[in-house]
T-cell receptor, first 112, second 116 residues
Framework: GESVGLHLPTLSVQEGDNSIINCAYS??????FIWYKQESGKGPQFIID?????DKRQGQRVTVLLNKTVKHLSLQIAATQPGDSAVYFC???????????FGSGTRLLVRP | GAVVSQHPSRVICKSGTSVKIECRSL??????MFWYRQFPKQSLMLMAT?????????EQGVEKDKFLINHASLTLSTLTVTSAHPEDSSFYIC????????????FGPGTRLLVL
């Protein structure tokens, strides 16, 4: 079956630096993408989303970039804080089903 | 707003017993609820989609007779793991999609199941 995000890397950044977390997706029919943050032992927490008719969307300290040509999604976190330490998942969806297909995740470690 | 709860948060049971997990949308009506399973250090895997008043739709490879899903109301869905075995030990997470439309799903805090 198709999948999103084939790796589970760990990204270690210094507090205050910017973080960039990447995700590759394979379903060209997906038209809605979401980034979630998951802390240990908790459910996923919505961060930001983007539809396929957009290339970029900004939130508070976060930016999501979508490159449909190479099927790539990224999450940028500005001025990373210790509280940002978690596992980050991208997910894709198609309107008709509303099902979410999750990527394998990236662990973000913020060094004080 | 948009809070989803799960009960219990943690359960330990003996092999062969059945365990019921509840998922509730506390401040909205959920047209659709989803059940996921997550093994340690892995991603969330969708198990089934549950629509109020109709049978759940299971993903390929998920046994519907083992994982019974009931979506009796617009605010409650239950997942029953029947005849649980140690390999069913996992983190089970539900999400709910409001009936007002849109793709947004709100996730519950998860239920940790340990089968001895």
């Amino acid at each position: 079956g198709e999948s999103v995000g084939l790796h589970l890397p760990t990204l270690s950044v210094q507090e205050g630096d910017n973080s960039i977390i990447n995700c590759a997706y394979s379903n060209s029919a997906s038209d809605y993408f979401i980034w979630y943050k998951q802390e240990s032992g908790k459910g996923p927490q919505f961060i930001i989303d983007i539809r396929s008719n957009m290339d970029k969307r900004q939130g508070q300290r976060v930016t999501v970039l979508l490159n449909k040509t190479v099927k790539h999604l990224s999450l940028q976190i500005a001025a990373t804080q210790p509280g940002d330490s978690a596992v980050y998942f991208c997910a894709e969806s198609m309107d008709s089903s509303y099902k979410l297909i999750f990527g394998s995740g990236t662990r973000l470690l913020v060094r004080p | 707003g948009a809070v989803v709860s799960q009960h219990p948060s943690r359960v330990i049971c003996k092999s062969g017993t059945s365990v019921k997990i509840e998922c509730r949308s506390l401040d909205f009506q959920a047209t659709t609820m989803f059940w996921y399973r997550q093994f340690p250090k892995q991603s969330l895997m969708l198990m089934a989609t549950s629509n109020e008043g109709s049978k759940a739709t299971y993903e390929q490879g998920v046994e519907k007779d083992k994982f019974l899903i009931n979506h009796a109301s617009l605010t409650l869905s239950t997942l029953t793991v029947t005849s649980a075995h140690p390999e069913d030990s996992s983190f089970y997470i539900c999400s709910a999609r409001p009936g007002t439309g849109g793709e947004t799903q709100y996730f519950g805090p998860g239920t940790r199941l340990l089968v001895l």
